[in-house]
């Protein structure tokens, strides 16, 4: 059995080998290192990385970011998803303003908005060479197989823990957690891992049993359910009305067309009317429908149906929604929306088809 040293720098040698060119990589500015992480978490890599460079073009320090408008950060992260990352990430910046005069407070830093032990962990190890393992479910994968552990990682954190904190290279703690998390990455994939190449085959369980696909465990998961969605297009002249959604729960802060969700025993166009109604007040007349687009979220996936409505009465409020606006269908790339609704924007015209 090699020792755990052996084990840590075999790994941080086939890191420096192997390791992926990434504009935060090498970069030990904080603020740089924890919008990374933000950024990365349940996204992929190639993904972030044009995000990435253009937050920091917009938002050169902290401060830019403290001072933007809420609509500023979600135009920027529009399309990235997880959007409570960006507001959280938001506030906790105006909060080192405020209350930590710029700095990002070291001690506290658990404390800010949206910081958790994942990314407590990341920012500690690779900004400030904290001897403390990150784990996520890369490295989760891959310990699960190195250990052959009998029970769904979740369930195991502890066991993972406590055999990374004995294997991390206390000199380089964040190269580690970062090798960790590039051997899931790229080497312990989920399916057909290339154990090969990989520089723990000689101490992996799983490897030496010849039985690799058979971890990590996995939880039962529930089938994910399908919601029918209805939205209307309303138009006023050669306006129409978008809302914003509340800054809590999915999506929070997006703009989007109003409309909502189809109730059994009844129709697209009847629930169009309806929540329209109930969330901004005004009566439309339907005019025509647009098409259906699907859309999958981490826990649930849409079928929605998108109608042309003309405006007939009332005055717009935000009654389940905190801003409403009157805009020209070319002013629409100026507000983020959510990817569902960019799926049938190409549908809208630019002015009212019924003037
Ligand atoms: S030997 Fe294979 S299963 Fe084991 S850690 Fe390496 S890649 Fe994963």
């Not at 690779?126 to 403390?132: E, Q, S, W």
Request: glycine letters at 4%; one cysteine or more; hydrophobic letters at 35%.
């Amino acid at each position: 059995m090699k020792s755990q040293n052996d084990i840590s720098n075999q790994l941080i040698t086939w890191y420096n080998n192997n390791k992926q060119s990434m504009p935060w990589r090498d970069d030990k500015n904080i603020y740089h290192i924890w919008l990374s992480e933000i950024m990365l978490q349940q996204t992929q890599i190639n993904t972030v990385i044009p995000y990435y460079t253009q937050w920091l073009k917009q938002f050169p320090t902290i401060n830019d970011v403290a001072s933007a408008s809420e609509d500023d950060i979600l135009k920027l992260w529009e399309g990235l998803g997880y959007y409570s990352r960006a507001l959280n990430f938001h506030n906790a910046c105006k909060t080192i303003i405020e209350s930590y005069d710029g700095e990002i407070p070291k001690k506290d830093f658990i404390k800010l908005k949206g910081v958790g032990p994942y990314i407590d962990a990341a920012v500690r190890s690779i900004g400030y060479h904290d001897v403390t393992p990150t784990i996520d479910g890369n490295v989760n994968r891959v310990v699960s197989r190195l250990l052959c552990l009998k029970k769904p990682p979740q369930k195991e954190h502890k066991k993972i823990y406590n055999f990374l904190i004995q294997i991390i290279n206390p000199k380089v703690p964040g190269d580690f957690n970062q090798a960790m998390m590039d051997l899931g990455r790229n080497i312990c994939k989920p399916k057909k891992p290339s154990c090969l190449q990989c520089p723990l085959s000689t101490i992996c369980k799983a490897y030496k049993k010849d039985s690799v696909n058979q971890y990590p465990m996995k939880i039962k998961t529930k089938k994910i359910p399908n919601i029918n969605v209805a939205v209307g297009i309303i138009w006023k002249k050669n306006n129409i009305l978008i809302a914003k959604r509340k800054s809590q729960g999915l999506l929070p802060g997006l703009w989007e067309f109003p409309g909502g969700k189809v109730n059994h025993h009844e129709t697209s166009a009847d629930c169009v009317i309806r929540e329209i109604y109930e969330e901004t007040g005004v009566t439309v007349e339907l005019k025509s429908f647009i098409t259906n687009i699907k859309h999958q979220y981490s826990h649930f996936s849409i079928s929605l149906d998108s109608f042309h409505c003309i405006y007939k009465s009332g005055t717009p409020e935000p009654r389940q929604c905190t801003d409403i606006k009157w805009i020209k269908p070319t002013d629409i790339p100026k507000f983020a929306f959510p990817k569902a609704n960019h799926k049938f924007m190409d549908h809208i015209p630019i002015n009212n088809p019924w003037l």
